[in-house]
């Protein structure tokens, strides 16, 4: 499956953004989705991610109560909804795909190109 993020930008702290993931090919449902982030020099850590059907949800800490994964099958599109946002929560934001719902990069085995996220103070 081949992913396409959109929905980055720039915003001031404690605004919000959305950020979109669609899918090409007819298996988007059969997919785990998650969604990763990238700081400048640290490492890729994991953000949030999506049971096949949308029926569970799971999140890294630093965002829950903030951040919302969400998906729509028939669009082939999963969605990150960011509030509150902080100057931390600058990164480069990528989608994946993978079989299994949990927070290891590793069991995402499609990732998205990623779009960028700058929070200013």
């Known amino acids: 499956v081949q992913l396409q993020a959109s929905g980055g930008g720039l915003v001031q702290a404690g605004g919000s953004l959305r950020l979109s993931c669609v899918a090409s090919?007819?298996?988007?449902?059969?997919?785990?989705m998650g969604w990763f982030r990238q700081a400048p020099g640290k490492e890729r850590e994991f953000v949030a991610a999506i049971s096949r059907l949308g029926g569970n949800t799971y999140y890294a800490d630093f965002v829950k109560g903030r951040f919302t994964i969400s998906r729509d099958n028939a669009k082939n599109t999963v969605l990150l909804q960011m509030a509150s946002l902080k100057p931390e929560d600058t990164a480069v934001y990528h989608c994946?795909?993978?079989?299994?719902?949990?927070?290891?990069?590793?069991?995402?085995?499609?990732w998205g190109q990623g779009t960028q996220v700058t929070v200013s103070s």
């Open positions: 090919g007819r298996t988007f449902s059969s997919y785990v």
């Open positions: 994946a795909a993978g079989p299994t719902l949990g927070p290891l990069a590793s069991a995402y085995g499609s």
